[in-house]
Structure formats: structure tokens, C-alpha cells
Nanobody
Framework: QVHLVESGGGLVQTGGSLRLSCAAS????????MAWFRQAPGKEREFVGA????????NYADSVKGRFTISRDNARNTVYLQMISLKPEDTAVYYC????????????????WGQGTQVTVSS
């Protein structure tokens, strides 16, 4: 069982930056691939990016490539999403996810989900 808690969301202006954090419970964090998803009002949840168990591999949605960076600290049981050059279309609730399979996450499937943190980008 993995319990995920996101933090770091908020209101930011266009072009600004935010760093989201996702703290995971349990002793097996390093065995899970991690990912971030987001869901904007009236839209389906979409994949943002994923990171492998050791952090060596990452995968991003085209819409965020070059602007968002996922990293993890297995010693702190935490995964991060650094977001720069934010746009109004990045406004969404951002969710952290954990799964044993990196590519399942990239397909939008996950075993564990956090409750989400709101990111709002004003124009």
C-alpha cells in the first residue's frame, strides 16, 4: 500500500514557475515508478510525465516537454514536478501516481493515486 500526498500547488502568473511535491508513505517507494497527471475542468485526465524507479528514465507529454521536469529522491520518498514557463492551459488539478510498471503509467494506468493539488495560471 502506498499513500501519496501532493503539495506545492497555487496561483501563478503566465511565465511563472512552480514546484510540486508528492510525498509517499511506505518503505517500498523506490520500487515504484512515479508519474504526474493533470485534469482541467471539463476535460479528461491527461498524462504529464513519468519517472522510473531509479530516476534514470523519464517520459513526458509533448505539451510539457522542455518546460516540466520530473525528479525523485528515494531517500525522502518524494517525487517532484518542476514547472517553468507556465501557461494558462496548464491550469488543472495535478495528481501524483505510483505503479510498478513505468509504461503502464505512460498509458494512464496506475495502482495508486494522490488526492491532487490545484495549479492555476493566470493570464
Amino acid at each position: 500500500q502506498v499513500h501519496l500526498v501532493e503539495s506545492g500547488g497555487g496561483l501563478v502568473q503566465t511565465g511563472g514557475s512552480l514546484r510540486l511535491s508528492c510525498a509517499a508513505s511506505g518503505r517500498t517507494f523506490s520500487t515504484y515508478a512515479m508519474a504526474w497527471f493533470r485534469q482541467a475542468p471539463g476535460k479528461e485526465r491527461e498524462f504529464v510525465g513519468a519517472i522510473s524507479t531509479n530516476g534514470y528514465s523519464t517520459n513526458y507529454a509533448d505539451s510539457v516537454k522542455g518546460r516540466f521536469t520530473i525528479s525523485r529522491d528515494n531517500a525522502r520518498n518524494t517525487v517532484y514536478l518542476q514547472m517553468i514557463s507556465l501557461k494558462p492551459e496548464d491550469t488543472a488539478v495535478y495528481y501524483c501516481a505510483a505503479d510498478g510498471d513505468f509504461w503502464r503509467l505512460a498509458r494512464g494506468v496506475s495502482t495508486y493515486w494522490g488526492q491532487g493539488t490545484q495549479v492555476t495560471v493566470s493570464s
